[in-house]
């Protein structure tokens, strides 16, 4: 299940990523540290829930 949790936060973290990222950029902020800061928390944010999600496909199959 931890190689499914990796690969589930490759997907799902870079998608927080982004979509963290373009809503700094919308909000008008446009420093490195902001667009930084999101990028970090798409990633961090993205753990517990490819954990969750790699333990709900697990357990269904």
Do not use: Q
């Amino acid at each position: 299940m931890f190689h499914l949790t990796l690969v589930l936060h490759l997907f799902i973290g870079a998608t927080l990523s982004g979509v963290a990222i373009v809503g700094v950029l919308v909000a008008g902020f446009s420093g490195l540290w902001m667009i930084l800061g999101a990028a970090l928390a798409g990633t961090v944010i993205a753990f517990p829930i490819s954990r969750v999600v790699a333990r709900k496909l697990y357990d269904a199959g």
